[in-house]
């Protein structure tokens, strides 16, 4: 039963790994026509996480909350660390088109700031669960920050800013391109095909995840940390691989995608698993928090954080990218370090 479960998880992993990369060419495409920056922080945010969006809606609202909470710690522990490292080493080396010496990070204040904050408020209001009221409070941070950026985008819209850091030029773009109706309803297509892939391979992926800690006797809340995030980060990935080797602007937006994308997880993602709650147990439902998730809480919050720390700087290079590998690296020792009950039939 347990080889059964395996094998199932695995090829329902391939199956919304296809349907990210897809959705991933679509978001792309589309952001060429209506502005990268921005499309990076939002469209594209939005479409990166729709995997673990839609892995969130399905576990929270078939009652398993800690893969719900747990699915979303593991992005962003993933990506603020393991997914930060692969970006810096395809920027700043021969993998890029146009290795730079470093990816300057200075013009993403908002979104440093908005994901300190959206980390801190999720950590603490995790101390008594989660309910309807912070539901609400997530979808507000959600707003704002989305009003934000739309905001700062039109401030910004068609400049281009060249600066030069030592010896090399970073260049800022914020010019839209022209994109034909043919192209652009390719992207489209696209885009609603991988969505609909993601949708469809998230619900069986979650219930062969669950057999197999039921049958391994793992924790299922350790799994959903370490492998769903392989799956719900896949387009993201992706789509960094792809900015990251085309040079100073295409690895630009890849940063304003990751932050972007985290912001999301910390506050539209925890509201849609408060909302799934919500729908399995009613209005007044709660997502307790339990000794394993606030372990996990505790971990990702502090490891976000330190994360950011190098990136308050002008630059991120190789040599922080290594650090961030390892900090991913320490992580998931520490997770099979900590309490937790294993699943039982």
């Given amino acids: 039963m347990a080889e059964n479960n395996l094998l199932t998880m695995l090829l329902w992993l391939g199956e919304l790994t296809a349907a990210s990369f897809v959705l991933s060419y679509g978001a792309e495409h589309m952001s060429k026509k209506y502005g ?3 499309v990076g922080r939002t469209l594209l945010s939005v479409a990166t996480t729709l995997p673990e969006i839609a892995i969130v ?3 929270s609202a078939g009652g398993f909350y800690g893969t719900a909470i747990g699915a979303g710690l593991g992005s962003n522990l993933l990506m ?3 997914g930060l490292a692969i970006m810096l080493l395809v920027a700043t080396t021969r993998l890029s088109k146009a290795p730079l010496k470093g990816i300057d990070v200075s013009p993403f204040k908002l979104d440093k700031i908005f994901l300190i904050i959206t980390a801190v408020a999720s950590a603490v209001m995790f101390i008594d669960g989660y309910s309807f009221y912070d539901g609400f409070i997530f979808t507000g941070l959600f707003v704002a920050y989305l009003a934000m950026a739309l905001r700062e985008a039109r401030a910004d819209k068609k400049k281009t800013t060249e600066n030069k850091v030592d010896g090399h030029q970073v260049v800022h773009v914020e010019e839209t391109e022209h994109v034909t109706n043919r192209q652009m309803l390719k992207a489209v297509l696209a885009f609603v095909a991988g969505t609909a892939g993601i949708f469809i391979g998230a619900e069986p992926f979650i219930h062969s995840l669950e057999g197999f800690a039921i049958d391994s006797g793992v924790s299922v809340i350790i799994l959903a940390v370490i492998i769903s995030p392989i799956a719900g980060e896949m387009p993201e990935k992706i789509s960094m691989i792809l900015l990251a080797r085309k040079g100073a602007a295409g690895a630009s937006i890849a940063v304003a995608n990751v932050l972007g994308s985290k ?3 910390n506050t539209l993602l925890l509201a849609v698993a408060v909302f799934g709650a ?7 439902e709660v997502i307790h928090a339990t000794e394993i998730l606030q372990y996990q809480m505790i971990l990702v ?9 190098p990136m308050f700087k002008k630059e991120m290079g190789l040599k922080i990218g290594i650090v961030l590998a390892a900090m991913y690296a320490i992580s998931l020792v520490i997770q099979f370090l900590l309490p937790h009950e294993p699943m039982v039939h």
């Fill in 301 to 309: 919050t502090t490891v976000t954080l330190i994360a950011l720390v």
């Fill in 36 to 38: 990268a920056k921005f």
């Fill in 80 to 82: 603020m660390t393991l």
């Fill in 263 to 265: 912001v999301l997880n």
């Fill in 278 to 284: 919500m729908a399995h147990g009613g209005f007044f």
């Fill in 57 to 59: 809606v399905y576990a």
